[in-house]
């Protein structure tokens, strides 16, 4: 796992560039800290910040120049099949997947990166005929790629925080911003900065060097309407299969590998799969029982005879540790589950360089309560709309903010209306005291996320919940989380869930076959039971959450709320005050005064959200 860099301007010379180009890629330092190397001529710059994991020799350090001399590359991430392709590849220099993606190119084409399977993001320097940049990135987004269109120039790279370098004048995407009030999380490709932008999975972007002209091509992208017509029992073989396929595929390395065991049935189901008696097996505890799967994770451990280093969660919480794990995202980001991954990656990276986890198990075969009852849901709206307005003086204020909530998706019209509007911490829909509690016309909010990945389409409910959550939160949340947080410590995280071949087939599974009203991820549960006790396989799903509230002090939420209110909030023009002032009233006082509009766990995540994008404003924007 990597760090790259890029960098061509259409008039000026890169040589007038170069320190701040090298002052640039060395913000990428944690991201490869065992070498550096660069490459320029006078109109394109490759950097590389390289982490060891395949081929640890110098010969494979980058950027890697091709056999014949006519194209360089700089890689992040792993291609597990690279032996396979290696062979048709004459007098290899290195034992790399690097020179494989490289010559492979040179031989085949673009074509040649749909037989990849792996994680990564690259780019290639072809100065064969037309000198040109070609950018690719895996097919799920699992590993980050940026690029920037500004003045005449053509910048890249694995994390924001080195184009922004190079651009100190780039405009706020407002469409985002308001979408990331409702979300927590930037919606891809776009990004909070208007010129900065993410290459799309499974997309490759080509760059005229000599005229600036950028072309984009589909080269492997996951299709969502489509359905195979296997029996039951024929996907649950075949999902055994290539899922064995896709963990032995991640064991590829030269150095050792552990694996994040959780109470989840995916990581579980990898370790079983993996069957590694000599890794390392890490879990997460928690003092909170609310929070804490350690009992879980050592009766997985039990049950396959393995060892497993419990480490704590009970950090200590600050500001200051607060500040650095979300500022580290180089754009508002609110999910307090990086908090915990934040744990888990430091306390990782001391015993290894590679650890393995579960994520994308969810996404791509139905995990989460919602493609249960979701379907259900749009299908008797109108009835379950009718018995919620009848019934609703008879129950607890608890249940009156769940149909509340249930009523603002039935309003919406279009499915992936629906899928937002559940998929918000504050719903575009909301009501605070008969009126929004936003500055602005939600209606933006609604827009960006329907439009996100909007060439790739699902029509029916089930299949636009699976492209939704796979693309935008997945996409957007999960992964960027797991790759910051864990690129963050120097740690490559791999996720066997997310295997090319595993996740093609699994999205064209029939919906039912994975999941119904009173059961997700069938499929795996099933394959998990074989193994484990059916007791810890058909366990209710949890996250991977902390309590923040024990985390934070009361004057720490005291400063957050100065911070958030003050003069020249950025917060205060698109969000009321008295909103704001509610959502600290509610985690100040047990049974406050307007508690049917939010949940205690909800006010604490609000006002996360509304915190990180004052403090991404104030040091990241505004300075």
């Known amino acids: 796992m990597c760090g790259i860099l890029g960098y061509s301007h259409l008039e000026n010379e890169v040589v007038d560039k170069i320190a701040d180009l090298r002052k640039s890629l060395n913000l990428l330092a944690h991201r490869g800290p065992d070498s550096s190397g660069e490459y320029f001529d006078s109109k394109v710059y490759l950097g590389h910040r390289r982490l060891s994991i395949i081929d640890l020799s110098t010969k494979a350090n980058q950027p890697l120049i091709s056999q014949q001399g006519n194209a360089y590359i700089i890689f992040n991430g792993e291609v597990y099949n690279y032996r396979e392709l290696r062979k048709s590849i004459e007098n290899p220099v290195t034992e790399s997947d690097t020179e494989v993606v490289l010559e492979g190119y040179l031989k085949e084409g673009k074509n040649f990166f749909s037989r990849l399977r792996g994680m990564f993001a690259f780019a290639i320097y072809d100065f064969r005929e037309t000198p040109k940049l070609v950018l690719y990135r895996d097919m799920a987004g699992i590993k980050p790629l940026y690029y920037c269109i500004h003045k005449g120039s053509f910048a890249f790279a694995s994390e924001i925080k080195s184009l922004r370098f190079l651009h100190h004048d780039l405009a706020i995407d407002q469409g985002i911003m308001k979408s990331y009030l409702a979300l927590g999380y930037c919606l891809e490709p776009k990004t909070i900065y208007s010129q900065i932008k993410a290459v799309e999975p499974g997309e490759c972007m080509t760059y005229d060097i000599r005229n600036g002209h950028v072309g984009v091509e589909k080269v492997a992208i996951y299709l969502f309407d489509q359905v195979n017509n296997l029996s039951y029992s024929q996907n649950l073989e075949k999902t055994t299969v290539l899922l064995k396929q896709a963990v032995n595929r991640n064991l590829v390395a030269d150095v050792p590998i552990s694996f994040s065991l959780s109470g989840g049935i995916d990581s579980s189901l990898i370790v079983a799969l993996a069957n590694k008696r000599d890794s390392h097996n890490i879990c997460v505890k928690f003092s909170d029982d609310a929070y804490d799967e350690s009992n879980v994770a050592r009766q997985f451990a039990d049950t396959l005879g393995l060892e497993l280093n419990i480490v704590s969660g009970d950090v200590h919480g600050n500001l200051d540790l607060l500040n650095r794990i979300f500022l580290h995202f180089d754009q508002p980001y609110a999910d307090s589950s990086a908090i915990p991954f934040y744990i888990l990656s430091k306390q990782a990276s001391e015993l290894t360089k590679v650890l393995i986890g579960g994520d994308g198990g969810d996404e791509v075969q139905n995990g989460y309560p919602s493609f249960g009852w979701m379907p259900f849901v749009r299908k008797w709206s109108k009835e379950i709309s009718a018995v919620t307005h009848l019934t609703d003086s008879l129950f607890s204020v608890e249940r009156k903010r769940q149909f509340a909530r249930l009523n603002g998706l039935i309003n919406q019209r279009n499915v992936d209306d629906w899928v937002c509007e559940w998929s918000s911490w504050i719903p575009p829909s909301s009501l605070f005291e008969g009126d929004s509690p936003f500055k602005f016309n939600t209606d933006i909010i609604k827009t960006e996320f329907r439009e ?24 957007s949340d999960y992964l960027r989380k797991a790759d910051m947080m864990s690129m963050m410590h120097s740690l490559e995280y791999r996720v066997p869930m997310l295997d090319e071949d595993f996740t093609g087939f699994s999205l064209q599974i029939p919906y039912n076959h994975k999941s119904d009203l009173f059961e997700q991820k069938k499929l795996l549960r099933k394959i998990h039971s074989k193994t484990y006790p059916k007791a810890t396989s ?35 023009e698109y969000v009321k005050r008295n909103y704001i002032d509610h959502l600290f009233q509610r985690i100040e006082t047990k049974s406050p005064r307007n508690q049917l509009f939010t949940s205690r766990a909800a006010a604490y995540q609000r006002i996360l959200m509304l915190y990180v994008l004052q403090l991404w404003y104030h040091h990241s924007y505004k300075d």
């Open 452 to 475: 996100s990945f909007s060439n790739r389409k699902a029509e029916d409910i089930q299949r636009s919940l699976q492209k939704n959550y796979f693309h935008k939160r997945m996409l």
């Open 538 to 572: 058909y366990r209710k799903k949890s996250g991977f959450g902390i309590p923040l509230d024990k985390w934070l002090s009361h004057s720490e939420f005291e400063t957050m709320k100065s911070i958030i209110v003050t003069k020249d909030s950025i917060v205060g």
